[in-house]
Nanobody, 121 residues
Framework: QLQLVESGGGLVQPGGSLRLSCAAS????????MGWYRQAPGKQRELVAV???????NYADSVKGRFTISRDNAKKTVYLQMNSLKPEDTAVYYC???????????????WGQGTQVTVSS
């Protein structure tokens, strides 16, 4: 059974930093895209950043210049370094793995359980 296990959330003051990690475990042949989404109370889930298997990266405009996504294919892990955090970054952050091939014939998308990030003084 494939799982995405997230870590690194918490409470931080405005201007502070956090680093999120998401590790995929289970029988995995390949993963296309790995990324992070977030959902604030009363709002829809939105893309934060995504990195393809080839290393192409896309960021939401609201986090460009502050957040950095990276990926370790050997460890099947994606990271999100968040700097200069603002109160509006407060949300539950979800890891996403898209196009995960677990057998020759099976390819699916998976979500992590979510980790809370709270930016407040």
């Amino acid at each position: 059974q494939l799982q995405l296990v997230e870590s690194g959330g918490g409470l931080v003051q405005p201007g502070g930093s956090l680093r999120l990690s998401c590790a995929a475990s289970g029988i995995i042949l390949s993963i296309n895209d790995m990324g992070w989404y977030r959902q604030a109370p009363g709002k829809q889930r939105e893309l934060v950043a995504v990195v393809t298997s080839g290393g192409r990266i896309n960021y939401a405009d609201s986090v460009k210049g502050r957040f950095t996504i990276s990926r370790d294919n050997a460890k099947k892990t994606v990271y999100l370094q968040m700097n200069s955090l603002k109160p509006e970054d407060t949300a539950v952050y979800y890891c996403n793995a898209r196009g995960v091939r677990t057998t020759i014939l099976a390819m699916n998308d998976y979500w992590g359980q979510g980790t809370q990030v709270t930016v407040s003084s």
